[in-house]
Nanobody, 129 residues
Framework: QVHLVESGGGSVQAGGTLRLSCVVS????????MAWFRQAPGKEREGVAT????????TYADSVKGRFTISQDLAKNTMYLEMNRLKPEDTAIYYC??????????????????????WGQGTQVTVSS
C-alpha cells in the first residue's frame, strides 16, 4: 500500500523560507512524475512542481519558478520542496503526489491533479505580509 506523508509546513513572514518533505512508502519508483500541488481556499488544486524520480528532470509553475526547488533523495524515500522568497499568495495547503504522467507528456500537454494516483494528506503553509 502506498503512503505519502508531508511535513514542514508552518507560518512565515513574506520573504521567508520553508522546506517541505514528503516521505514515501510502498511505492516503486519509475519514470512517472512525482509532484507538489497546492490548494488555496476557494481555488482549485494547482501544480507547483514535478520531478522524474529516475532522470531527476523537473518542471515548475511560472508563479514559483526561480523561488521553489523540487528535489528527491531516493535513499531516504523522501521528496522535498524548498520554498524561498515566500509571498502571501503562496499561502495554501501543499500536497505531494506520485505516479503521474511521464515528463514527455507533461511538457507536451501539461498536467493536473487528476493525472496523479497517490496523494498525501497535505501540510498548511501560511505566509503573512
Amino acid at each position: 500500500q502506498v503512503h505519502l506523508v508531508e511535513s514542514g509546513g508552518g507560518s512565515v513572514q513574506a520573504g521567508g523560507t520553508l522546506r517541505l518533505s514528503c516521505v514515501v512508502s510502498g511505492y516503486t519508483y519509475n519514470s512517472n512524475a512525482m509532484a507538489w500541488f497546492r490548494q488555496a481556499p476557494g481555488k482549485e488544486r494547482e501544480g507547483v512542481a514535478t520531478i522524474n524520480p529516475i532522470a531527476r528532470t523537473t518542471t515548475y509553475a511560472d508563479s514559483v519558478k526561480g523561488r521553489f526547488t523540487i528535489s528527491q533523495d531516493l535513499a531516504k524515500n523522501t521528496m522535498y520542496l524548498e520554498m524561498n522568497r515566500l509571498k502571501p499568495e503562496d499561502t495554501a495547503i501543499y500536497y505531494c503526489a506520485a505516479n503521474g504522467p511521464t515528463m514527455d507528456w507533461i511538457l507536451a500537454r501539461g498536467y493536473n491533479a487528476a493525472d496523479f494516483n497517490y496523494w498525501g494528506q497535505g501540510t498548511q503553509v501560511t505566509v503573512s505580509s
